[in-house]
């Protein structure tokens, strides 16, 4: 497993930013699991994030840690996330109704 990998599934919160109604990015922290090179968030279909992610799918993300150098890390990525309204499949890997991956 590589740096990237690791440091990924060691931590529990990313910053993750979709592009709200009016255009301009909405940034919220969410928990998350990172699994065979994919990360899943859970939420609920009336969350900003879910409602935005149903009109633009494109995602920005942002996972971090430490607060002075040297000891300063951290990881970014963008994509397309990808709503899992099936709460079958949903199920397996959260208590949420709605899933995204990316």
């Not at 919220?28 to 090179?37: R, T």
Request: hydrophobic share 35%; net charge positive.
């Amino acid at each position: 497993m590589n740096k990237r990998d690791e440091f990924l599934k060691s931590q529990k919160i990313l910053r993750l930013a979709t592009i709200g109604k009016t255009k301009t990015p909405h940034i919220v922290p969410v928990w998350y699991i990172y699994s065979l090179k994919k990360i899943y968030i859970g939420t609920n279909t009336r969350t900003q994030k879910a409602k935005n992610l149903k009109k633009n799918s494109r995602v920005a993300f942002c996972v971090d840690e430490g607060i002075s150098a040297p000891n300063i890390f951290g990881i970014n990525g963008e994509g397309k996330a990808t709503l899992i309204l099936d709460k079958t499949q949903s199920k397996k890997n959260c208590n949420e109704d709605t899933f995204a991956i990316f």
